[in-house]
Nanobody, 125 residues
Framework: QVHLVESGGGSVVAGGTRQLSCTAS????????VGWFRQAPGNEREGVAV????????EYADSVLGRFTVYVDNAYTTLYLLMKSLSPEDTATYYC??????????????????WGQGTQLTVSG
């Protein structure tokens, strides 16, 4: 499994912007799909944004489309999630996922084997 570490969470006022980062030791985000998921208390983990470099595609949950952007740096060593126009409904623990196992639903948590420890985002307002 891949050891993933997220950072960038915290508190932000509604309407604000925040960027999350994910790094992995000895792993490059340049082959299989990688993505961001989130989980709010009492809810299941849901896919937020996925980046598939080989296919050259990204996918987003409807709830974040147009507000969130997933991308990697030029060295493919850091995965980012840029979040704009945040609302209290975006409050959750955000997880980075890698080691995609296949399947047609890129936003399914079941398709990923490696997970970070999560970073908490709280949106107030």
């Amino acid at each position: 499994q891949v050891h993933l570490v997220e950072s960038g969470g915290g508190s932000v006022v509604a309407g604000g912007t925040r960027q999350l980062s994910c790094t992995a030791s000895g792993y490059r985000f340049d082959h299989y799909c990688v993505g961001w998921f989130r989980q709010a208390p009492g809810n299941e983990r849901e896919g937020v944004a996925v980046y598939c470099p080989v296919a050259g595609r990204t996918e987003y949950a409807d709830s974040v489309l147009g507000r969130f952007t997933v991308y990697v740096d030029n060295a493919y060593t850091t995965l980012y999630l840029l979040m704009k126009s945040l609302s209290p409904e975006d409050t959750a623990t955000y997880y980075c996922a890698a080691d995609y196992q296949g399947g047609i639903d890129y936003l399914s948590a079941a398709a990923y084997r490696s997970w970070g420890q999560g970073t908490q985002l709280t949106v107030s307002g």
